[in-house]
């Protein structure tokens, strides 16, 4: 089936730890992004990338880094940096920067 | 003045009567609208998107585009228990042809 694969489902981290997601895609999508949600708030854009080897920081990309090495990859590292890292991230990939964007079932990060 | 505006909510509506959702956005540039239905717990599921002016129908979903008023809308016809879920609009700012900007949401519940 093709669709977008995020893992884990849940991550716990501790202080000081830094904690990569994962964000797979077979959709053939060349623009990926990925999405903080918070309780009782929209989605708020952490990374972006339109193209392998690419990628534009959101509005939210501090203590956040990313790489897109591989065109079915985009892989989010929550650094120690990131204060306030509990939350829902989702990612998202889209055939161009334009198209409807379609969403990965997210990781819960939550700190031990 | 926030860039995508949603009423939180809750919406209630009755089994089989119209719901209406609204989106007001702040730039007139403003070039590709999209809806997403969010269930609690779950990520963003795509509803519809909408580029023109005016009407765009899919089975019980109708998406409405008044660019002059900066508005977007969506009627749900016949709403069903099942439609319970929040609504996201999100709109690609001008000048951010990547970049899907938020808004908070409707809380839609459908009763018996």
């Known amino acids: 089936d093709g669709g977008i694969t995020q893992s884990p489902k849940y991550l716990f981290r501790k202080e000081g730890q830094n904690v990569t997601l994962s964000c797979e895609q077979n959709?053939?999508?060349?623009?990926m992004y990925w999405y903080r949600q918070d309780p009782g708030q929209g989605l708020r854009l952490i990374y972006y990338?339109?193209?392998?080897?690419?990628?534009q920081k959101g509005d939210i990309a501090e203590g956040y880094s990313v790489s897109r090495e591989k065109k079915e990859s985009f892989p989010l590292t929550v650094t120690s940096a990131q204060k306030n890292p509990t939350a829902f991230y989702l990612c998202?990939?889209?055939?161009?920067?334009?198209?409807?964007?379609?969403f990965g079932d997210g990781t819960r990060l939550s700190i031990l | 003045q926030k860039e995508v505006e949603q009423n939180s909510g809750p919406l209630s509506v009755p089994e089989g009567a119209i719901a209406s959702l609204n989106c007001t956005y702040s730039?007139?540039?403003?070039?590709?609208f999209f809806w997403y239905r969010q269930y609690s717990g779950k990520s963003p599921e795509l509803i519809m998107f909408?580029?023109?002016?005016g009407d765009k129908e899919d089975g019980r979903f109708t998406a409405q585009l008044n660019k002059a008023s900066q508005y977007v809308s969506l009627l749900i016809r016949d709403s069903q228990p099942s439609d319970s879920a929040t609504y996201l609009c999100?709109?690609?700012?001008?000048?951010?042809?990547?970049?899907?900007?938020f808004g908070t949401g409707t809380r839609l519940q459908v009763t018996l």
């Open positions: 999100a709109v690609n700012i001008a000048g951010t042809a990547s970049k899907l900007t």
């Open positions: 998202a990939s889209s055939i161009t920067q334009r198209e409807p964007q379609h």
């Open positions: 990338s339109q193209i392998v080897n690419d990628f």
């Open positions: 959709l053939n999508h060349d623009a």
């Open positions: 730039d007139r540039g403003s070039q590709s």
């Open positions: 909408i580029y023109s002016n």
